[in-house]
């Protein structure tokens, strides 16, 4: 064997060295040390980043920079309970960076972390474990991870920790939580609520208002609420806010109040122990405006319900809202005004309001400087006046209604909604109507109609709707510009806004000028349209169909077919034949500077005296040219001249015939039959069945728009005329001489008459007759009635 090294004959070394203390100033260094075997070492090198970051978020955004999170991550799972409790301090005072969070989100670390919230882990540890945790639970996904990784219910267990840093952590953590469904319904299935109501006796103010916030957000579920109720929350909370040295607080605190108060089960409970009598010495008590406020929302939340209100009711809450009215601070004010609204879908407690006189109050405040209390009190009023006369006489003795009308202008939305609610309950009775119409209610809502606050157009066109009953009001609407935009409400794709605008356009349609000027905004063309649709069309629009129609019979006869008896013809009638649905009627004068075409001619009437007689377009073109060389300046004034209607000459005639030869005439029958007898000579005479097909009328109507060189024809001057045109004139005539009969377009040119006759005697004694419905033979055997429905009027209806 050869010779042995020097080191191979050395002794080993069974010692070891001695602990070197380690200093260095560079962050990188220490990093470094973060993945040292050596337990000292690590220990040192994790309280020493500790102390670099709570220095400041930059130098916890210079650790991340370094690679200090994952070994830290890696080091809060470490045997040695030191090493652990260092690297969470240093883990959690880093997580407080958002930067640092949004990387720690990347990183598998809640479940490291959950798992050290066991109650035998350092109090060190669970504070700056839930310190990391109420950092990351902001998140979205990392509450879902927090949940599904049973995280809630360890922290649950550390709400009773000594510690308050760790409560406080705690808290926030759960807080955040709970902002989502599934947390907030397990809180109270884990035993969460009797922690949180202890945590009410607090020693720190933080943690308090913590367990408030918490408590505040998870009583809004019902099951919670009962097991709130069960573990005395309702009571321990009206002990809380017995103790004036919790002002501060008092505000959350309400606000779980006004949860608990929300649901009539829980009221009548609370009720049933004294809780609802505690609330309203408490309301009642003097307190700074802010608490006071929020005490009053307890009871805008009560009052929700029919049976709540009752309670209340009983509680004498009206006159205790009324003093409220006048107490000081604005916020006071504004609470107590919902509380009113609130309480007054109650009709026992409106009339409460009136006999307390609260309404002259509220009235008050509607002049006040705060929007939002000019807001509520409007939303009071509105409430009270509803379906309550006496209230809206109130209301208005009180000049409410002028202030009201004011408002229609103000800059906020709701007040603006409310003041058109509370108008239009009042304005329902007329005396009231005419007092708010008097200080320009009509003009006030047309800058609401062009709003595109849905809640303002509800209210606005229901306003408008109960105003225009009045001749004024819709004539003041007219001239201010109202009907373009009211018409435009016609498109609206909310529902009650759509049938309030059909409402209104349905009264305002209940004169002619007014009725005239929405269809030149295309009123007409809209209500067709939503007529034709079976989710839009509503009786409403139905209504303001048939209501605009009766002011436009032209029209009416075109797109319906039919003119009742009730539907009086006069100058400016005129028939375009049957129009399909949706499609435009255009105007007799658009019609009469038309080219002269193929198409059957437009029949009109007119015998207005003061119209000139009618000259073709073509013969005035002739006159014009021909004028020219004489006077350029008359030729270009008479061109530029309003277009009037032709003069029916002819029809004006057969009107005075009618008069002098049908209206002497005692039998009702024989005035039917006269006037047929009439229409039938006026118009070619009897035409045999048998020989329709060789009357000229097709002809005869070609020569007389040729003739006049205009596609109208005035029907007096018709001497060979078919079913229709003898149904149209028998129908001007019987207007102009006050003889009932309607007018029915059918198909192929046919038309007719019906008139109801009373037979000469009862079939039964003591009966009175029953008027037969009949039809008038104007073509065949003029002069003849034939019972309607009979054989013979369906030939008349149909050949």
């Known amino acids: 064997m050869g010779k042995k090294s020097k080191r191979e004959t050395e002794t080993p070394c069974k010692d ?11 962050p990188a260094t220490v990093v470094l040390l973060l993945s040292s075997p050596e337990e000292d070492v690590l220990l040192k090198a994790c309280e020493a980043i500790y102390k670099f970051a709570e220095k400041g978020d930059e130098n916890k955004v210079a650790l991340l920079g370094l690679g200090a999170l994952e070994p830290l991550c890696q080091l809060i799972v470490h045997n040695n309970k030191l090493v652990r409790r260092n690297a969470f301090m240093a883990l959690g005072i880093m997580a407080t960076n958002g930067d640092v969070k949004n990387a720690l989100k990347k990183v598998d670390v809640i ?5 050290k919230l066991s109650l035998e882990e350092d109090t060190v540890v669970h504070e700056f474990a839930t310190l990391c945790l109420a950092s990351l639970s902001v998140d979205f996904v990392c509450k879902l991870q927090i949940f599904d990784k049973e995280g809630l219910p360890p922290l649950i267990q550390l709400l009773s920790s000594s510690d308050p840093d760790v409560t406080k952590n705690t808290l926030e953590t759960i807080f955040n939580l709970v902002q989502d469904y599934p947390s907030l319904q397990a809180l109270h299935e884990l035993g969460g609520i009797p922690p949180l109501l202890e945590l009410l006796k607090s020693d720190f103010p933080v943690i ?3 367990a408030l916030k918490t408590l505040e957000n998870v009583t809004t579920d019902k099951d919670t609420r009962t097991t709130f109720r069960e573990e005395q929350g309702f009571e321990k909370l009206m002990d809380f806010l017995s103790n004036k040295d919790f002002n501060d607080l008092h505000v959350e605190a309400l606000q779980v109040v006004a949860n608990c108060v929300g649901d009539s089960e829980s009221l009548q409970l609370i009720h049933q122990g004294g809780g609802l009598t505690r609330l309203m010495e408490f309301v009642l008590a003097p307190s700074m405006p802010e608490i006071q406020s929020n005490a009053v929302k307890c009871i805008t ?3 929700q319900g029919a049976e709540n209100c009752k309670l209340l009711h009983e509680q004498d ?26 309480m007054s879908l109650h009709r026992t407690s409106k009339d409460s309001f009136r006999d307390l006189d609260g309404i002259c109050v509220v009235v008050q405040l509607l002049s006040s400087e705060s929007w939002a209390l000019r807001e509520a009190a409007a939303q009071a009023l509105a409430n009270l006046t509803h379906s309550n006369q006496l209230n809206a006489c109130a209301v208005y003795e009180a000049g409410g209604h002028e202030t009201l009308v ?3 202008h103000d800059s906020c939305p709701g007040t603006v909604a409310h003041a058109a609610a509370a108008l239009a309950n009042m304005a329902k009775q007329e005396v009231l109507r005419c007092g708010i119409l008097s200080h320009g209610a009509a003009q006030a809502l047309v800058e609401p109609l062009k709003s595109a606050d849905t809640h303002i157009l509800v209210h606005a066109t229901l306003c408008l ?11 003041e609407l007219r001239n201010a510009g109202g009907l373009a935009p009211l018409v435009n409400l016609l498109c609206s794709n909310h529902k009650d806004v759509r049938h309030n605008a059909c409402w209104a356009v349905s009264v305002c349609a209940s004169d002619e000028p007014t009725a005239v000027e929405m269809c030149k905004f295309g009123a007409l063309e809209l209500l067709q349209e939503i007529n034709q649709s079976v989710n839009r069309r509503s009786r409403f629009s139905e209504l303001a169909m048939v209501r605009l129609l009766d002011f436009n019979l032209s029209v009416k006869y075109s797109l319906t077919g ?9 100058d400016g009638f005129y028939d375009v034949g049957q129009v399909r649905a949706g499609q435009q009627v255009l105007t007799l004068e658009e019609l009469s500077k038309q080219p002269v075409n193929q198409h059957r001619p437009i029949i009109a009437v007119n015998i207005a005296a003061d119209q000139q007689p009618f000259v073709s377009l073509y013969s005035k073109w002739k006159w014009k040219e021909d004028d020219k060389h004489k006077d350029e300046e008359g030729s270009k004034a008479q061109h530029e001249k309003p277009w009037t209607m032709m003069f029916d000459a002819s029809l004006k005639v057969l009107v005075t015939e009618a008069t002098k030869s049908i209206l002497p005439l005692s039998d009702e029958s024989e005035q039917y039959a006269a006037l047929a007898r009439l229409v039938s000579e006026a118009m070619g005479g009897a035409v045999e069945v048998d020989r329709l097909h060789e009357f000229p009328w097709e002809l005869h109507l070609s020569e007389l728009k040729f003739e006049l060189h205009s596609n109208v024809v005035p029907i007096g001057r018709i001497s060979k005329g078919i079913y229709c045109h003898r149904a149209m004139l028998f129908k001007c005539l019987a207007d102009r001489i006050g003889v009932s009969c309607t007018l029915v377009r059918g198909e192929y040119n046919r038309a007719w008459n019906e008139v109801l006759i009373i037979p000469g005697a009862p079939s039964t004694p003591g009966c009175s007759p029953q008027p037969c419905r009949y039809i008038v033979d104007l073509m065949h055997q003029p002069g003849s009635l034939l019972k309607a429905s009979t054989p013979a009027a369906i030939q008349y209806q149909t050949i």
Do not use: M, W, Y
């Not at 039919?562 to 006069?570: C, K, N, Q, V, W």
């Open 16 to 26: 070891t060295f001695e602990p070197l203390p380690i200093e260095s100033k560079l």
């Open 111 to 115: 479940p490291s972390i959950i798992e």
């Open 208 to 210: 308090q208002q913590l």
């Open 301 to 303: 939340s009560v009052a």
């Open 317 to 342: 809450v009206e006159k205790a809202l009324v003093e409220l009215l006048s107490a000081e601070g604005d916020s006071v004010k504004t609470a107590a005004c919902h509380a009113v609204a609130a």
């Open 406 to 408: 004011q408002q229609l």
């Open 465 to 475: 709707a109960v105003l225009a009953c009045n001749a004024e009001a819709r004539a």
């Open 562 to 570: 039919r003119l009742a008896s009730t539907d009086i013809t006069t």
